[in-house]
């Protein structure tokens, strides 16, 4: 797919649109005097600690204190407990104390023994792509037989649960070296994080595929085949999978493991006052402020540094055994180097031994001068800062795809092309300065597209249209046929040509609206199963293109289909609009005739309080004032009856609609 980025810098903001085939298909807009915090990393202080919510508040500086998760904290004095692979036990090997211990309850116990190992496997397992957290997992082990509900089971923590499995291609954290860009799937996680409700994740079942591993440093996902060293004591036991098998992995101190992690309390290893240094997981949204990890994620040009997690990783989409082997054998060569985890991404392939060596110890020198610093400075303090928009944009999607890049501003032209020059020199012929009079966004047309990205109705080429509402706790889209009434004489084919249609647009304005958490789709009503498998795998495969983790739920017996996708910052609507100050952000107001009668009402309220003499005068809105000489005039002449005097209507234009005064 061909590709092409456009830059478009003022003294106000950077405007970034990339086009695919040239089509809009995402868009960022970074004003200069409110940047972005992503993966900022702070020094911060302690404010509360909360043990009844497993979290603390840390003041980092911002408005709002920022919130941590006990999962995503791990204290540095903490002795990493150590994993390692190990070959397949013998079939004839005694079984562990725990499988005797089970044996002997379910032969006193008989039938109840073998339901309950029938509920264990039941267990949900983690596929690519997904984490299940604990009321997911709960639900779907009791009541696993309910197809319906196992496909509706969305925890109401969505945020949460996406954040747990993190792609390396939006890697947090930042380093002065440019990276390259990390393709879907890259990078790896040392430790599999359980549900954050702090029960660890389920021993898979013999043969069964393990959960795919996530990582406790900026919830980064590994592809590609691992070695575990050691995961932090905080952390939770990791499943390592090879390359087309499942293998069984022998864990030390497992049992030690989830005792940690049942009873861990916040409160036994935070306290108010306390220092830590934390990056920022997820910018503030709305009323809410920032979420802050401890697990700190470092990329480079061919590798990504996680100090926090003891872990190396190598991308799987470095296909050759024999290069993966020579990585691994580099990594394991200079393991005493560094401290912490290590991922491979796909850029290390066939380079040398001394160029990963030059990238890690950088890598490594960043992170001592980032704690360095850290210990310089006052808590709260920024430590170390995530890059400008145009360079993590050039980091996390450059490649070989794109045809060009058209830059607008000389002087960002200039530092683009320096950037373009360290990661890959051999295509700085494809970045472009553009020159001419008009804005670059109308050149290319993606003006007007912006101003549709703010309407709530999108037009569909047939004639029919979607609606895209987002609230609070979800976002609902809804399709209708509109002015589309089919060229055949099947209703059936005309409703599965309107969903199979609004399936590439709505998965479009996901992305360029930047739309996360829970999104439920209202399709149109189909009866066959063959066309909704059809638009299903529309949808999965348009999906496919975004690179923000999602998960698709199936149609549920109400014709819905639900996605999670991640959620780290604001949605467009929300970074480039405010609430309506006239209705408060409802979209409502009361209408002329209640408010007509809730003046009649009021006045009725006070007619033993208002004073006999004289008339009584109630200003009003235009509108009102109009309403009640006209449709409502019955209001004044009851009042008129009631209070036995003169009602004078006074017509404001200052007046809300909804307000009015009275006055005698």
């Known amino acids: 797919m061909i590709k092409d980025m456009i830059v478009s810098s003022t003294a106000l903001e950077t405007r970034v649109a990339i086009l695919e085939e040239d089509q809009l298909a995402e868009l960022y807009i970074e004003r200069h005097g409110n940047r972005g915090i992503l993966s900022n990393t702070y020094k911060g202080r302690v404010t509360k600690v909360l043990p009844g919510m497993q979290s603390a508040f840390v003041n980092i500086g911002l408005e709002k204190d920022a919130f941590l998760y006990v999962s995503d904290f791990v204290e540095e004095s903490e002795e990493c407990e150590t994993v390692f692979p190990v070959p397949e036990e013998p079939a004839d090997a005694a079984p562990e104390p725990e499988t005797q211990e089970r044996q002997g309850r379910r032969e006193r116990k008989g039938e109840r023994g073998r339901w309950r ?37 969305i925890s109401a923590e969505t945020d949460r649960e996406t954040e747990g499995h993190f792609e390396a291609d939006v890697l947090t954290g930042a380093s002065a070296l440019p990276a390259f860009p990390v393709e879907p799937g890259e990078g790896g996680g040392g430790a599999a994080e359980a549900p954050e409700g702090g029960t660890p994740s389920p021993e898979p079942a013999p043969g069964e595929p393990s959960p795919e591993p996530t990582a406790d440093a900026a919830a980064i996902r590994d592809d590609g085949e691992t070695l575990p060293f050691a995961a932090e004591e905080g952390s939770k036991p990791g499943f390592v999978r090879r390359r087309g098998q499942a293998t069984r992995r022998k864990r030390y101190t497992a049992a030690r493991h989830s005792h940690r992690a049942e009873h861990q309390s916040i409160d036994d290893m935070l306290h108010e006052g306390q220092e830590v240094l934390v990056q920022v997981a997820k910018e503030p949204i709305g009323k809410k402020g920032a979420r802050v990890t401890s697990h700190i994620a470092l990329p480079g040009r061919y590798l990504v540094y996680m100090p926090t997690v003891e872990h190396i990783g190598v991308s799987r989409k470095i296909g050759s055994d024999t290069e993966r082997a020579r990585l691994k054998e580099i990594l394991l060569k200079h393991r005493d180097r560094f401290p912490g985890g290590v991922i491979v991404r796909t850029a290390a392939a066939e380079h040398s031994e001394e160029d990963l060596v030059n990238d890690l110890n950088f890598l490594v020198r960043l992170w001592e001068d980032m704690r360095t610093r850290a210990e310089k400075v006052s808590a709260p303090a920024l430590v170390h800062a995530e890059m400008s928009l145009v360079q993590r944009l050039l980091r996390d999607q450059f490649s070989f795809e794109f045809a060009s890049i058209r830059v607008d501003d000389e002087l960002e032209y200039q530092r683009v092309v320096e950037f373009v020059d360290k990661i890959f020199p051999n295509l700085v012929h494809r970045v472009k300065l553009y020159t001419k009079e008009n804005s670059i966004f109308d050149e290319y047309g993606i003006t007007p597209e912006i101003d549709k990205l703010l309407q709530p109705k999108i037009w569909l ?54 739309l996360g958490g829970i999104i439920v789709i209202d399709f149109i009503d189909m009866d066959e199963r063959k066309n909704r498998k059809r638009v299903m795998d529309a949808l999965s495969e348009e999906i496919a293109r975004d690179k923000s983790p999602t998960k698709i739920l199936e149609f549920n017996e109400f014709g819905l289909v639900a996605i999670t996708r991640k959620r780290v910052k604001q949605s467009l609507e929300r970074s480039l609009c405010q609430p309506c100050p006239y209705c408060s952000g409802s979209g409502m107001v009361k209408s002329i005739a209640t408010t007509c009668h809730n003046i009649y009402y009021e006045i009725e309220k006070m007619r033993k309080h208002l004073d006999d003499r004289g008339d009584l005068m109630i200003r009003v809105h235009p509108d009102v004032a109009r309403a009640l000489r006209e449709s409502e005039a019955c209001v004044i002449e009851e009042l008129g009856h009631l209070l036995r005097r003169d009602v004078i209507v006074k017509s404001d234009p200052t007046m809300h609609i909804e307000h009015y005064n009275i006055v005698t």
């Open 117 to 153: 190992d029938r509920r264990e496997r039941s267990e949900p397992r983690t596929e690519a792509g997904e984490t299940v957290d604990a009321s997911e997992a709960s639900a779907a082990a009791g009541e696993a037989s309910e197809a319906p509900l196992e496909r509706w089971n």
């Open 461 to 514: 080429k047939s004639g029919g249209y979607i609606v895209i509402n987002q609230t609070e706790a979800l976002v609902s889209i809804d399709v209708n046929t509109g002015k589309f009434v089919g060229r055949g004489n099947s209703l059936e084919e005309t409703i599965t040509r309107t969903n199979l249609e609004a399936v590439r647009v709505i998965v479009q304005q996901v992305r360029l609206r930047d």
